[in-house]
């Protein structure tokens, strides 16, 4: 493939990954960024929600009505069809806790919903330190639990399963936790962090002990800082984790964050063939997600991925590529990123197809020390220096156009893949193909 022809290939590619998830669904308009909000006094008030019996108000949004700033609200086991929404200050570090040892067994059900109701399990628009501990929320139009516009939430002990975008997402935030969660089948990602706005004393972001499965993406950050992801598993998504600059998204590129400690494996789930959501078109246009990639920087700033553990990843197991067509052309390009200290292909037991990729542009970025490291794009690892490394990378337009055409060449999303035999985990079940008329949750291996 010649190099005018790579470009406009990339250029298609970038397009098609550009296509805004926000688009599927109504969303609170992000808001400027509000001056801290106080911390409540007291006293505070422990409101419940049941199904029967007395004491009890019946519906969870008709407890957060009541609920005043620092209120806890208890929801018994049960299953709750409404869309949950908690909002302004008036609801700042409200607490709401469902079952925290068993999730599945408070669900919030978005079938026959209409309206804003289908869109979100729960959604925390404006309202600093609000807990959502212990839900499972499944069926909604838009997301499971959704964060926005605010500072320090924390959603722990969740589930989000089929939902129309994404399952835990925060967006246009400062700081917070995303813990001990599991989000499945979602047609978007699992789990998402994005438009985090530069900060002269940073807050972090963490997200920790996160199992993401089933989904296009395990974990997507647009134009996200700040964030650390550790101690999860991404596994059986198309891709597992994908930091990346859009246009879609104010504050671009995405910067200072950590990929760590994580095990990344076995995310070549292709979508494309069956699913048990509808495929969205920013997943379905002419240049598609590269499926079977375990991690892809998309563009982005001092990124670090270091003491990951990467394998069965048919296509790459961690790739990096500017992103061309970005409008903020000084945000393009890859910089000051370091991939190091990750172990590649499970001891040669579970190898990736490819185990790194990088097309050499951009500056600072450096590859290494790195164990298991078998097969690289380009195949003699010029673009790849060892860390520390400062000054202009080197581009390579050939390994450029090959990272391309496996999104744009392949319209069975397999072509390109380097399969090898996995090694047994208990409890766990390798996804190529999804089985129509299975249950999601006990999707057999294939």
Known sequence: MSHPRSIVLAAAAVVALAVPATAAAAYPPPASPQAPQTAPKGPFRTLKVCKRGAGCLRTIQ???????????????????????????????????????????K????????????????????????????????????????????????????????LTGVYGVYAFNSVGGEMSHSEAAWNNDSGFYIGQTKQQAKPVRSIVTDVSAYGNVLGFSGTNMRYVTITKSRFFNNGLGIVPNALDSEKYAPPEDNVITDNDIFWNNFNYFGAAPFKLRKGATGEIPYPVGTGILLFGGRRTRVEGNRVYGNYLVGVGAIQQLLLKQSDAKDLVGNQVLNNAFGLGGADKNGRDLFYDGTGQNNCFGPNSGVDVTVPADGNTLVPCPFAGANTFDANAQSEAVNWAAGDPTHEQFWVRSPHVA??????????????????????
């Open 425 to 446: 985990k208990p409890g766990y079940a390798p996804i190529e193909h999804y089985v129509k008329g299975t249950t999601p949750e006990r999707q057999p291996a294939k």
């Open 62 to 104: 008709a407890a957060v009505r009541q609920a005043h700033p620092g209120d806890t609200i208890k929801v018994a086991d049960g299953t709750y069809r409404e869309g949950v929404r908690i909002a302004g200050a008036s609801k700042r570090y409200l607490k709401l806790i469902g079952n925290p040892k068993d999730a599945s």
């Open 106 to 161: 408070v669900i919030l059900e978005g079938t026959g919903l209409k309206g804003a109701a289908a869109q979100n399990g729960v959604v925390i628009n404006g309202a600093d330190h609000v807990t959502v501990d212990g839900f499972r929320a499944q069926h909604y139009q838009g997301n499971g639990f959704f964060a926005v516009n605010l500072r320090d939430y924390k959603l722990t002990h969740l589930q989000a399963f």
